[in-house]
């Protein structure tokens, strides 16, 4: 099979999130959210030069460390902590250009409620909702806040929402379980 896209992409490999505290945030979703840790790198930084800033883009004189997880049958998560001199160290806010949130589905919402609401690191916001029409009637969701700023969506799907009448494509999901890995000897 050969992929006629000019971008050749194959699959997203991963999503990166930057956080305050590498070891907190790695403990956190090893933690509440069941993920793996697979390895971690760091601190790494160009002290002589600005390959920093060229590559990343960030300021000359920063250094980074990161930390690469496994999250679900198909998810890679990279954390990255910084330390740059002009970093801005304010979350930002959900409706800010740039901020960005992790959308979980689960089977069961009220549980992952109770298991989320018990933490005290974690700020249940208003809900759950369930959305009464459009292309994702049936689709329940709440919004949660992890005090360092990461917002998390969880949501309960229904086994088929609308938008499926008007097209033949599907969101991914869900997985026979947390744990399952595809089988990707071919």
Not at 18 to 23: A, G, M, S, Y
Request: contains cysteine; aromatic residues 6%.
């Amino acid at each position: 099979m050969t992929n006629d896209h000019p971008l050749t992409a194959q699959n997203v490999h991963h999503v990166g999130i930057t956080v305050p505290d590498l070891d907190e945030a790695v403990d956190f979703f090893v933690d509440a959210i069941g993920c793996e840790l697979l390895y971690q790198k760091g601190p790494f930084g160009d002290s002589d030069g600005d390959s920093m800033e060229r590559r990343l883009d960030v300021h000359p004189d920063a250094t980074a460390s990161l930390a690469m997880l496994r999250c679900g049958p198909t998810m890679n998560l990279e954390l990255f902590e910084w330390d740059a001199p002009d970093q801005d160290d304010t979350p930002p806010n959900n409706s800010d250009i740039g901020a960005t949130h992790l959308g979980l589905q689960v089977e069961d919402i009220d549980v992952a409620i109770d298991g989320l609401g018990e933490r005290d690191d974690v700020t249940m916001l208003d809900g759950p909702q369930t959305n009464d029409d459009g292309p994702t009637e049936g689709l329940t969701y709440i919004f949660c806040r992890v005090e360092w700023g990461l917002y998390l969506e969880l949501l309960e799907a229904p086994e088929r929402m609308p938008y499926a009448d008007d097209t033949d494509e599907r969101l991914y999901g869900p997985a026979p379980s947390w744990s399952h890995r595809p089988d990707h000897s071919d």
